[in-house]
């Protein structure tokens, strides 16, 4: 399998849950991120690792919590979410550094994601 | 605070003619901008991009402009055609990441 896939496609949750978003790359990148698309809002950036390491927190509320196990995986643990969080969700990758560009990002096709 | 903006939701144009989209950017310092292509259920793609010691570069049927002493850009296709009908984003690339503006859905009718 090539490119980011992201898993699941649609997911469906109570405000009580704990669900996870998956983002597998197959790229070699060395940088991951999660993005957030509400409607008529632009992409927020939510989180970046580099090389697995989390390098930027954009003001996320805890109840999103990323984890980043090695270069190829990326997660975004979900609990306790609000009826406002639901939205697209979309994990990109890019390579970083002498040999990357930012052209390079690769998203997936994204999580949408409903809390009721 | 938005630092990438298109305020323009939507546009429509007929096939054949030009469509341009429209952005501007409040920082003066980015210097390396990217607009992304984004049908429904799929992730946004790269189409072209542009750095700040240009003011054009085309690619195909894509010319993207750069008016720095305006920080304002602008995507240009031409002729369109109804496969370019999705919802387009403009955004600069500060320091290793992307930040997009709210997206700019074409329509292209027949």
């Known amino acids: 399998e090539t490119g980011v896939t992201q898993t699941p496609r649609h997911l469906v949750m109570g405000m009580t849950n704990k669900k996870s978003l998956k983002c597998e790359q197959h790229l070699g990148h060395n940088a991951m991120y999660w993005y957030k698309q509400s409607a008529k809002k632009p992409l927020e950036l939510m989180f970046v690792y580099n090389f697995k390491e989390q390098t930027e927190n954009n003001s996320v509320p805890s109840r999103f919590s990323p984890e980043c196990p090695n270069s190829s995986h990326l997660f975004l643990h979900l609990h306790t979410l609000q009826p406002e969080d639901s939205a697209l969700y979309l994990c990109a990758s890019s390579q970083v550094g002498p040999f990357g560009g930012p052209y390079g990002y690769t998203f997936g096709s994204g999580t949408r994601l409903t809390v009721v | 605070d938005q630092q990438v903006k298109q305020n323009s939701p939507s546009l429509s144009v007929q096939e054949g003619r030009i469509s341009i989209l429209n952005c501007d950017y409040t920082?003066?310092?980015?210097?390396?901008f990217l607009w992304y292509k984004k049908y429904p259920a799929e992730g946004p793609t790269f189409l072209i991009s542009?750095?700040?010691?240009?003011d054009k570069n085309e690619d195909g049927r894509f010319t993207v402009f750069l008016n720095k002493s305006a920080k304002h850009l602008s995507l240009h296709i031409v002729p369109s055609q109804p496969g370019d009908s999705a919802v387009y984003f403009c955004?600069?690339?500060?320091?290793?990441?992307?930040?997009f503006g709210q997206g700019t859905e074409l329509s292209v009718k027949p």
């Open positions: 955004a600069a690339h500060p320091g290793g990441k992307l930040i």
């Open positions: 920082n003066s310092m980015f210097d390396y």
């Open positions: 542009i750095s700040s010691i240009k």
